[in-house]
Structure formats: structure tokens, C-alpha cells
């Protein structure tokens, strides 16, 4: 029987392969909450809610919004690696928004 393991030379960037993880150190310690681009997300030091123009996107009347980066170490019980999750992600896995998040925190 021949095995074929996949390999960054083998697999397709549109892949798709779903592993069950769990998160041993998972804790809001890990969620770094910040305001940002309300298009490219990058970080801003405009006051919450505020329009400007984005610097790095260039993108012109955004809104400086909650944005969080979410980095936790990731199990499938043959090995541990570390991933990090942005907002999108985030509220998905917490059921909560980044505003919601932002006032918590």
C-alpha cells in the first residue's frame, strides 16, 4: 500500500483540509484588541469611530474600528503549532462582535 503525504510542492493553495484541534492556553490574555482600518484593518491611532483617510490602504472616508488579533497554540494530539486568528475569525469563534470584545476589554 503506498501512502501519499502532502507537501507544500503537492498541495493546492484553494485546498481545503480539516483537522480537529483543541486549544489548551486559549484565554483572552492571547486576543490583542486594537482600532483600526474599517477596509484593511491595519492599525490606527484615530479615536474610535472617527473617518479619515487610511495611510496604508490609502482608502479614503474609512472608520477607525475594533480589530483583534487572536494568536493561541493549536493540538491535534501528534502536534502543536501556533496559529492567530483575526476578527472575521475571532467573532466566529467567540459568537461575539469585535465591538462587543472591545468593550470588555
Same mark, same amino acid.
Given at each position: $500500500?503506498? %501512502? /501519499?503525504?502532502?507537501?507544500?510542492? *503537492?498541495?493546492?493553495?484553494?485546498?481545503?483540509?480539516?483537522? !480537529?484541534? &483543541?486549544?489548551? *492556553?486559549?484565554?483572552?490574555? @492571547? $486576543?490583542?484588541?486594537? #482600532?483600526?482600518? +474599517?477596509?484593511?484593518?491595519?492599525?490606527? @491611532?484615530?479615536? !474610535? @469611530?472617527?473617518?479619515?483617510?487610511? #495611510?496604508?490602504?490609502?482608502?479614503?472616508?474609512?472608520?477607525? =474600528?475594533?480589530? =483583534? *488579533? /487572536?494568536?493561541?497554540?493549536?493540538?491535534?494530539? *501528534?502536534? !502543536? &503549532? !501556533? #496559529? &492567530? /486568528? /483575526? +476578527?472575521?475569525? %475571532?467573532?466566529?469563534?467567540?459568537? @461575539? &462582535?469585535?465591538?462587543? =470584545?472591545?468593550? #470588555?476589554?
Amino acid at each position: $500500500m503506498s %501512502v /501519499f503525504y502532502k507537501q507544500s510542492s *503537492t498541495t493546492w493553495q484553494d485546498e481545503r483540509f480539516w483537522l !480537529e484541534v &483543541t486549544m489548551p *492556553t486559549a484565554t483572552a490574555k @492571547n $486576543m490583542y484588541v486594537y #482600532l483600526g482600518c +474599517s477596509k484593511c484593518g491595519r492599525r490606527s @491611532n484615530e479615536p !474610535e @469611530n472617527a473617518v479619515y483617510k487610511c #495611510l496604508k490602504c490609502s482608502a479614503i472616508d474609512v472608520t477607525s =474600528i475594533p480589530r =483583534i *488579533t /487572536f494568536k493561541v497554540d493549536v493540538t491535534d494530539g *501528534t502536534a !502543536e &503549532t !501556533e #496559529l &492567530t /486568528f /483575526f +476578527s472575521k475569525e %475571532v467573532e466566529m469563534l467567540t459568537g @461575539n &462582535t469585535c465591538a462587543e =470584545i472591545w468593550s #470588555l476589554k
